[in-house]
C-alpha cells in the first residue's frame, strides 16, 4: 500500500513539473512572439510618418496628379486602422502598390528625380521597406517556433487550456499590386 | 542543439582564461616576493590581476578597436553598410551592434563586444569596396553570428590577457638578450633571468590558449548560421573567395587580434601556419557549399 501510493505521488510529481515546464515555454514563445510582432509595428509606424512628408514633395512639383496621391493617402489610412496579421499583410501590399506608382511618377518629372529631398525620401522609403522584409522574417521565424510547440504531442494536449493559440504568419501576398508592373500614365 | 552547446563552452572557457590569467600573474608575483623577500608584492600582483581581469571583460572591445584604428561608422556616408546591418540585426532578432571602418585597403572583418547589447562590428574601407551588396550581406551576417553565438566576448578578452602575457615575454626576452650582459653581477639581473625564463615558458601556453579559445569549429558554424541569416550561401561562399584571395597585407592587424577576423590578416607568413586560427578557406566555401544543397536555400 505504502509502495503503491509513493509511485502515484512520484507520476503526479513528474506530471506537475511537466505542466510547470511546458507552461513556462509556451509563455516565452508566444512573448517573443509578440516582441517580433511590436517590432514590425516599429518599421510600419516609420513608413507612415514617411508618407505625408513624400507626398507633399512630390506635390510641389507634379500637383495635379491628384489620383495618385488619394490613392495613396487612402492606401495609408486603411494600413494604419488594420488589425492583425492578415489584415496588415493586405493593406501593405496595397501601400506599396500605391507607392509605386508615386516614384514611377519622378519618371515623368526630371525636376522632381533630381529633388534632393525627393531622392532621400525614396531612399529612406526603401530601406524601411527592407527593415520591414527583415522584421516579418523574425516574426514569422518566431511564430513557426510557437505554432510547432502548440501543435505537437503531448504540448498540445494542454495548449487550449492554457489558452495558447496558434499565431497567424505576416504573409504578404504575392499576386497582388505589389508584384504587378506599374502603370505609368502620360 | 550545437549552437546552444557553443553558447556554455564560450561562457566557461572564458571564465577558465580568467582564472588561469589570474594564477599566472600571481604566480609571477609569488617569485618576485620570493626573490625580493617582500609580500607586498604578491599583494600587489593580486590586484593587478584583479584589475586585469576587470579590465578586459569592460574594456578590450574598445582595446581592441583601438588598435586596429577603428572610426566609428557614419550612417549617411556608409549607407549601404549600415542599413544592411540594421537589416540583418533585426532580422537575427539582435540589437544594432556599433559599426567601425578600419581604413585598410584589406579586405576583412571583425566582431568584439561583451555581449550583444555592447557588440561591435569593423570592416575594413577596402572590403567595403571590394565586395558587391550580396557578398557584403553574406560577411556582416557571419559576425552577426559570432554576436550571437556568444564568441564575441571570448576572443575579445584573449586579445588583452593572453595578449598581455606574450608582451611581457617580448619585453623580458629582449632585455635578456640585449641588456643581460649589463647587469649580471647584481641581483636583480639573476631575476630578470628567472623571470624571462618563466615568461619564455608561459608564451607558448599563452599561444595554445589562443588555439584552445578559437575553436576552428566556431567559424563553421558562424558561417552556417550567417548563411541561414541571409539564405544565401553563395554571397558568404564568393566574398570569402574574394578576401582569400587578395595579395596584400594588412597592416592594422596585430598579431594578438588575428584570431578575430574572418579571414587570417597574416596569410602566407610563417607565424600564420603557426597560429591556424582560421580554417582553410577552401574547406569553409565547400562547407557553406554543402549547406547549400542540404537546405535547399
Known sequence: ?186 | MAVYQSYDTNVRKTWVLMTLFFLVVIAIGFTFAQVWQDSSILYIAIIFALFMNFFSYWYSDKIVLSISGAVAADKQEFWDFYTMTENLAITAGIPMPKLYVISDAAPNAFATGRNKEHAAVAVTRGLLEMLTKTELEGVIAHELSHIRNKDILLSTVVVVLVGFISIMADIFLRGMMFGGGRDSDNKNGGLLVIVGVVLAILSPIAVTLIQLAISRKREFLADASGALLTRYPDGLASALKKISSYSGQMKSAHQATAHLYISNPFRGKNMAKLFMTHPPVEERIAALMGLKEETGV
Open chain 1, 1 to 186: 500500500m505504502n509502495t503503491l501510493t509513493y509511485i502515484i505521488f512520484g507520476i503526479a510529481a513528474v506530471v506537475v513539473i511537466w505542466l510547470i515546464v511546458a507552461y513556462n515555454s509556451f509563455v516565452r514563445l508566444s512573448t517573443r512572439a509578440k516582441e517580433a510582432w511590436a517590432d514590425i509595428e516599429v518599421q510600419l509606424k516609420r513608413r507612415y510618418d514617411l508618407i505625408p512628408n513624400l507626398v507633399s514633395t512630390v506635390k510641389g512639383y507634379a500637383s495635379h496628379e491628384s489620383v495618385t496621391f488619394e490613392k495613396v493617402t487612402e492606401a495609408r489610412t486603411k494600413a494604419m486602422s488594420a488589425q492583425g496579421p492578415a489584415e496588415h499583410g493586405e493593406a501593405e501590399n496595397m501601400l506599396s502598390g500605391a507607392l509605386k506608382s508615386i516614384f514611377a511618377l519622378s519618371e515623368a518629372y526630371p525636376d522632381l528625380k533630381a529633388n534632393q529631398n525627393f531622392l532621400e525620401l525614396q531612399r529612406e522609403l526603401s530601406d524601411t521597406e527592407n527593415k520591414i522584409q527583415a522584421a516579418r522574417r523574425f516574426y514569422n521565424g518566431n511564430v513557426r517556433d510557437l505554432n510547432i510547440k502548440i501543435e505537437s504531442f503531448p504540448a498540445n494536449l494542454i495548449a487550449g487550456t492554457f489558452g495558447f493559440s496558434k499565431q497567424e504568419f505576416f504573409d504578404i501576398p504575392d499576386n497582388d499590386a505589389a508584384q504587378q508592373p506599374v502603370e505609368v500614365k502620360f
